[in-house]
């Protein structure tokens, strides 16, 4: 761990933690392409969301079971994929969010289960006053207009501009996606892929093939991916753990575990399955 990642953790923290009690993810809490719900998040939502995540505590599954078992958010950053548009035609941008807990006896299996991948989704919960028609710009949260989302304008899809980011609650690990009443809850699947029994049998080979295409992704983007994809392709298990921790220390992270948002049709998904 960088003695800076360190330094912002101990911002957080009573007492100062060393690099070996901690651990630290990373996960994409949202973006600005258009979702199954016909909504996007605007580029001044992605910056104020950016804001409001810092220090934000994040629960697992919604149990009370594991209310002690709590990520807090770090660090922010804004992504911008210069190689990939949005439905709407602009530059992909995503609020991935670094996260750490301190390592306990309490959720040794809770952080195995996350570098296995096995916490999948990631759902946000936050408040949009200004919710703005694509088509006409009116802002429906106080007017109506005769647009209807997912019907298509002149050729242009009408979605929902989800702005003015008024507050943001928790975000969470979940393994049913929950429904959070209050504002408006965004979730982000893995691949959309369902699990399978074959898929199990050969869980660890597809667990490590996703780990590696995650860490390329932050090492390098889509090309990376790409790469990465074709040098792992006839790879056995050894092989491609040691090709994990080859990526591992090329992103500087070790031990990290990085979420993806991709929606089931989200041409992401397609990128991102070997
Ligand atoms: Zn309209």
């Given at each position: 761990m960088e003695k800076d990642t360190l330094d912002k953790i101990n911002r957080f923290t009573r007492r100062e933690f060393s690099a070996d009690e901690l651990y630290t993810f990373s996960v994409i809490?949202?973006?600005?392409d258009i979702d199954r719900d016909c909504e996007c998040f605007s580029d001044s939502a992605l910056e104020k969301l950016k804001e409001l995540f810092i220090g934000r505590t994040g629960i697992f599954d919604h149990d009370a079971s594991t209310a002690n078992q709590n990520a807090r958010i770090f660090d922010t950053e804004i992504v911008t994929d210069e190689q990939r548009t949005t439905k709407y035609g602009v530059p992909y941008r995503y609020l991935k969010a670094s996260a750490y807990m301190v390592r306990t006896d309490d959720n040794k299996n809770l952080i195995a289960e996350i570098d296995g991948g096995i916490k999948k989704e990631v759902s946000i919960s936050c408040s949009a006053a200004k919710r703005k028609?694509?088509?006409?710009?009116?802002?429906k949260a106080v007017q109506s207009c005769s647009h209807i989302k997912g019907k298509s304008y002149g050729g242009r899809l009408c979605h929902i501009v989800l702005d003015n980011i008024t507050d943001a609650y928790e975000w969470s690990f979940v393994a049913v996606p929950a429904q959070v009443n209050a504002g408006v809850t965004k979730k982000f699947t893995d691949d959309g892929t369902s699990k399978s029994a074959a898929d199990d049998i050969t869980g660890g080979e597809h667990e490590l093939r996703r780990d590696i295409r995650r860490l390329a992704y932050f090492s390098g983007g889509r090309q990376a991916v790409l790469l990465a994809e074709a040098a792992a392709k006839n790879m056995n298990r050894l092989q491609l753990e040691g090709l994990k921790k080859a990526y591992e220390k090329l992103s500087g992270r070790n031990k990290t575990e990085v979420q993806l948002s991709a929606e089931t049709e989200n041409d992401a998904a397609a990128v991102y399955k070997l």
């Open positions: 809490l949202c973006d600005n028609c694509s088509v006409c710009g009116c802002d």
